[in-house]
């Protein structure tokens, strides 16, 4: 029957896509593929060329450091230009002058990055230095704050002139050495030296810095982009002629594909209506609406299924405080609350991962959860456990706030293993009860095993 239906759906298929392939190879459609090739080429090198100029505006602003970035987005470009040839020899004449210019303008662009990185590790470097040298007249300066002030003032101009991007000018220097000089002149010997040795960085940072400023702005004139805007515009309209040639064809090619088009839609949506209804029972019939966890009838379903097979432990949580911030905080806070908890949960299950333990876990209703734990190697079972429901009262011991007040929550945890408690799920679920109300009676957020308890 499948089989049968197979081949029906490719006959249906190969019938209706037929004149669409038809029509394509008999309009003009086909003769603009190369056409639109070298367009996506284009497309590809203006948004390098975008990122390129986003990565250096970041990196020379000091927000991050991007050379991994820029240096990746140069491969990009490298690999792009390198399809060129190609495109080239199957386009006209026209186009191939333009074509090549934008190999020569990516090597000036590429040998530009190259100069902005260099420069910017150096300008960096002594920016961080003349940050020390600030920081150290501040310590041996033992005159009046004038020092002190100048000296950031000249480290604040330095920040403001990367950030913002505009040159120190030479006379800005000079004036900027006078007074500096003029203030320190009564100061210590050391602080002199220091501020001297600062003088010197500053100018030598202050050249470096016009240097990067120019070597952006020749970044930021997008010629590598222009061009390529200048070649698209010219494909568009060579593109375009050559659609007017096949117009009548097209129209029908697009009525036909819209028709095609909106009978898909119509199956497709059709079907993932259906599949979605189907998943939305499925997920309401097995998952707790609030916390997304599977429920009771899973779990016990689940139980049922390897309690008579293999041994496990059953971990029964029990939220301490959670009555009180139901209460006094509302309902809406509580959901919050029990969704968090669930999420701990999950955590808790995620940071314990062994090849001893599967462990997944429920929602049994109210603020009731339940742990299940498969498969244990009996060698390392007390040990896997104790530390599981030590995860899971660590995690889920947390403060909320108020206005008002402060509410603290916790859980308390029991745990029955089996076969040892039994091989009934009624007794397994009384004997982890009976374990988790043994930790409420020793003081809440703890653990104890049903065998703990004295009988």
């Known amino acids: 029957m499948t089989l049968k239906r197979f081949i029906k759906n490719s006959l249906v298929v190969t019938c209706l896509v037929f004149p669409l392939i038809w029509l394509y190879m008999d309009s ?5 593929r190369r ?11 203006i948004q390098v060329d975008t990122e390129l100029t986003e990565h250096v505006l ?5 927000l991050t450091l991007h050379y991994d970035d820029i240096s990746s987005s140069q491969k990009r ?13 199957n386009n006209s004449t026209a186009l191939k002058e333009q074509l090549s210019a934008i190999a020569e303008l990516s090597l000036k662009t590429q040998n530009s990055l190259d100069k902005f990185k260099s420069i910017n590790s150096q300008v960096s470097q002594r920016q961080r230095y003349i940050k020390y040298l600030a920081e150290e007249i501040e310590k041996t300066s033992s005159s009046t704050t004038s020092v002190i002030n100048e000296v950031n003032q000249v480290v604040t101009e330095v920040f403001n002139a990367r950030i913002f991007g505009y040159q120190i000018s030479e006379s800005d220097v000079n004036n900027y050495n006078e007074r500096l000089l003029n203030v320190a002149k009564d100061d ?3 602080t002199q030296l220091l501020v001297e040795k600062f003088l010197i960085h500053f100018q030598e940072l202050s050249l470096l810095a016009n240097k990067e400023t ?19 515009k010219e494909l568009l309209a060579s593109h375009y002629k050559e659609l007017l040639n096949s117009k009548d064809i097209q129209r029908y090619l697009i009525v036909y594909a819209g028709f095609l088009l909106i009978l898909i839609l119509f199956f497709v949506l059709n079907r993932r209506h259906l599949k979605r209804y189907a998943s939305k029972h499925k997920q309401h019939s097995e998952r707790d609406e609030l916390t997304q966890l599977y429920n009771r009838r899973v779990f016990l379903k689940k139980l049922e299924s390897i309690i008579h097979r293999q041994s496990g432990a059953l971990l029964f949580i029990d939220l301490d405080g959670f009555k009180r911030i139901n209460d006094q905080l509302g309902h809406n806070v509580g959901d919050e609350t029990l969704q968090m908890v669930a999420s701990k949960l999950k955590n808790v299950i995620e940071l314990n991962e062994s ?5 997944e876990v429920f929602r049994l209703g109210g603020d009731e959860f339940v742990v299940l734990i498969e498969n244990i190697d009996r060698t390392y079972s007390t040990d896997c456990l104790k530390d599981f429901a030590s995860s899971a009262v660590k995690e889920c011991a947390f403060n909320l706030t108020s206005p008002n007040d402060e509410y603290f929550l916790s859980v308390s945890v029991g745990i029955a293993q089996f076969p040892e408690c039994g091989k009934d799920i009624a007794e397994l679920l009384n004997c982890a009860d009976k374990a988790m109300y043994e930790s409420k009676q020793r003081g809440r957020s703890c653990y104890t095993f049903y065998h703990e308890i004295n009988q």
């Open 28 to 32: 003009e459609l086909g003769m603009s």
């Open 35 to 45: 056409a639109h090739e070298v367009d996506m080429l284009l497309l590809n090198v």
């Open 58 to 62: 970041r990196t020379r602003s000091q």
């Open 77 to 89: 470009l490298h690999n792009l230009l390198s399809k060129f040839p190609m495109s080239i020899i």
């Open 188 to 190: 210590n010997q050391e």
């Open 214 to 232: 120019i070597i952006v702005s020749n970044i930021l004139e997008h010629k590598l982009r222009n061009q390529s805007l200048k070649i698209r």
């Open 355 to 359: 090849s001893h333990i599967f462990a």
